[in-house]
């Protein structure tokens, strides 16, 4: 499955591909991600549970600083080549990958030596002994042979795709992602509704993420949203009480 323009302005809830930031295409069956060759800003990218077996497409994303890939059909460590000139890039899991091979210890080495920048590698934090030991354990990662036609097909199919939709429902749903078009919607569409619709996304996107995590980050997931809950719950009583003497005055007088 192919990764088309529509998908990632309605994923990202952006207007433009260059205005996006982060995106969460997570178990989106997809093999075919050339159209992230138009997304220079791009932050964070999950692209975790697809069938991605190259990464070509990433080659222009030099602002990632996160990047999510377990789970796909990335065959070879090469690949890794496309990712070297992103010096932002601090957190990398490509963890349940055939490149990853049956020596856990050589392929982090190896990973680690192609990208020293990395702060955590498949959740686990890099050290500074690691990236000592990757200079001198570490094998060396060579581009793959077919780079320069790997870069020309992402480029071709990313210009394939634009025209390919119709320019009535591209412009429907830039429309609709405008922070500034919410003006232009009808009135039954009371901000009550929009602030619970938003609520309702900003829901779905956080258990999407759950999915991704581990224990540990879901125990600190659990007791952060243990806070929140306290917080609010003093909020609500300390409400409750302005509003309650509140009335006492008023009773009063």
């Given at each position: 499955?192919?990764?088309?323009?529509?998908?990632?302005l309605?994923?990202?809830?952006?207007?433009?591909?260059?205005?996006?930031?982060?995106?969460?295409?997570?178990?989106?069956?997809?093999?075919?991600?050339?159209?992230?060759?138009?997304?220079?800003?791009?932050?964070?990218?999950?692209?975790?549970?697809?069938?991605?077996s190259?990464?070509?497409?990433?080659?222009?994303?030099?602002?990632?600083?996160?990047?999510?890939?377990?789970?796909?059909?990335?065959?070879?460590?090469?690949?890794?080549?496309?990712?070297?000139?992103?010096?932002?890039?601090?957190?990398?899991?490509?963890?349940?990958?055939?490149?990853c091979?049956?020596n856990?210890?050589?392929?982090?080495?190896?990973?680690?030596?192609?990208?020293?920048?990395?702060?955590?590698?498949?959740?686990?934090?890099?050290?500074?002994?690691?990236?000592?030991?990757?200079?001198?354990?570490?094998?060396?990662?060579?581009?793959?042979?077919?780079?320069?036609?790997?870069?020309?097909?992402?480029?071709?199919?990313?210009?394939?795709?634009?025209?390919?939709?119709?320019?009535?429902?591209?412009?429907?749903?830039?429309?609709?992602?405008?922070?500034?078009?919410?003006?232009?919607?009808?009135?039954?569409h009371?901000?009550?509704?929009?602030?619970?619709?938003?609520?309702?996304?900003?829901?779905?996107?956080?258990?999407?993420?759950?999915?991704?995590?581990?224990?540990?980050?879901?125990?600190?997931?659990?007791?952060?949203?243990?806070?929140?809950?306290?917080?609010?719950?003093?909020?609500?009583?300390?409400?409750?009480?302005?509003?309650?003497?509140?009335?006492?005055?008023?009773?009063?007088?």
């Amino acid at each position: 499955m192919k990764l088309t323009r529509t998908q990632v302005l309605i994923e990202a809830k952006a207007s433009n591909l260059e205005s996006v930031r982060k995106l969460n295409c997570w178990g989106c069956k997809l093999s075919d991600v050339s159209i992230l060759a138009e997304m220079p800003n791009i932050e964070v990218l999950t692209l975790s549970t697809n069938s991605i077996s190259s990464l070509a497409p990433l080659a222009g994303c030099l602002s990632l600083c996160e990047l999510y890939l377990r789970r796909n059909m990335i065959a070879s460590l090469s690949e890794l080549s496309y990712l070297r000139p992103m010096t932002r890039l601090r957190v990398l899991w490509l963890a349940d990958n055939p490149c990853c091979g049956d020596n856990s210890s050589q392929y982090r080495l190896t990973v680690l030596r192609c990208l020293p920048g990395l702060q955590k590698l498949d959740n686990q934090v890099v050290t500074e002994e690691e990236i000592s030991l990757a200079r001198l354990e570490g094998e060396e990662i060579s581009a793959p042979t077919n780079t320069v036609e790997q870069l020309s097909n992402g480029h071709t199919d990313a210009e394939k795709d634009a025209p390919s939709h119709n320019m009535e429902e591209t412009k429907n749903q830039e429309l609709r992602m405008k922070p500034q078009s919410r003006e232009k919607l009808p009135t039954l569409h009371s901000q009550s509704t929009r602030s619970s619709l938003k609520k309702t996304h900003t829901l779905d996107a956080v258990l999407l993420l759950l999915r991704d995590l581990d224990h540990e980050d879901l125990r600190v997931v659990h007791m952060e949203t243990q806070n929140r809950l306290r917080i609010y719950t003093l909020d609500s009583l300390k409400t409750l009480q302005d509003s309650e003497q509140s009335q006492s005055v008023d009773m009063q007088q």
